[in-house]
């Protein structure tokens, strides 16, 4: 039986995620930072967010555009302002995409549905020829098992897609008719008052406020912050330290080793932030533990 159209996202969502397993995993606490770090850096696929209640949400990203939302039965820039009211998540997953994959997901947002999951012994040789002929413009997805098979067509030329497999298939079909417009951004994914970042984790509660008060230098945090997001970003790097120095630049040393360290294990995840934290005051540290031995 065909699926309604108003059923295509949160169904090509859920495939696509279930197919591309989350390669990386951020911090719940601070979705707008993550939103705009995503943005800077380029990142196309789809995030799924847990709610505080368990509900799942799903967020779709072109080379750094936010095209789509989705949270419970709102799509589109309602969901995406529900999610920002959100006090929290238990976690975000990255499932990056591109080629065919990409184009599916972008497919169910601005494409039209032929046919969607549906259940049907298939030759897919036949099929892509039987749209040929049509001179079809879209996207096809056959789903065997846990594998999931993606062709972009247009005017009834194959543009991308794996290797086509031989014979009749049994699974499920989906074919979108989709020119390769570009969706519509539906919001920028900035800064709008954060909620205070949790207080990064350190050897011992008093070593940061030991070290703040006397031998924290800014420059070397900033220092220690480019080089844990240039290892990340490369040629990024640049731009997601600037809006680093927007939010964060007249802060004094104790509380800006606070908010980075919380930022880059927001955005990075905990090893990372441990390594900016011994970058930053690993050599002030070494100096006090002399100073104390003598």
Request: charged residues 20%; proline residues 6%.
């Amino acid at each position: 039986m065909e699926t309604t159209g108003q059923a295509c996202v949160p169904y090509v969502f859920r495939l696509l995620a279930r197919a591309h397993p989350a390669e990386q995993k951020l911090s719940g606490g601070a979705l707008e930072q993550s939103l705009a770090i995503l943005q800077g850096s380029e990142f196309s696929g789809i995030i799924t967010l847990e709610t505080r209640t368990g509900l799942l949400a799903r967020i779709l990203f072109e080379r750094g555009r936010l095209v789509h939302a989705l949270r419970g039965d709102l799509e589109g820039a309602p969901a995406l302002e529900q999610l920002r009211a959100e006090p929290g998540f238990n976690a975000i997953a990255l499932h990056p995409l591109e080629g065919p994959a990409l184009a599916l997901a972008l497919a169910a947002v601005s494409g039209e549905v032929r046919s969607l999951g549906n259940s049907t012994l298939v030759n897919v040789a036949a099929v892509l020829e039987r749209l040929g002929q049509e001179g079809f413009s879209g996207v096809v997805a056959l789903e065997l098992g846990l594998s999931l098979k993606v062709w972009v067509l247009r005017e009834g030329e194959v543009l991308e897609g794996g290797e086509v497999p031989e014979g009749d298939q049994r699974g499920r079909l989906t074919e979108l008719v989709w020119r390769g417009e570009p969706a519509p951004e539906i919001g920028f994914a900035g800064p709008s008052a954060p909620a205070p970042p949790e207080p990064p984790s350190l050897a011992s509660p008093g070593e940061l406020e030991a070290a703040v008060s006397a031998l924290l230098d800014p420059e070397r945090i900033w220092q220690a912050a480019h080089e844990v997001v240039q290892g990340r970003f490369g040629s990024r790097a640049p731009w997601v330290m600037e809006r680093f120095r927007e939010e964060f630049g007249a802060l004094e040393p104790g509380q800006l080793l606070h908010n980075l360290s919380a930022q880059i294990e927001s955005v990075l995840g905990s090893y990372h932030a441990k390594r900016f934290r011994e970058m930053a005051t690993l050599a002030e540290r070494s100096v006090a533990e002399n100073v104390d031995g003598r």
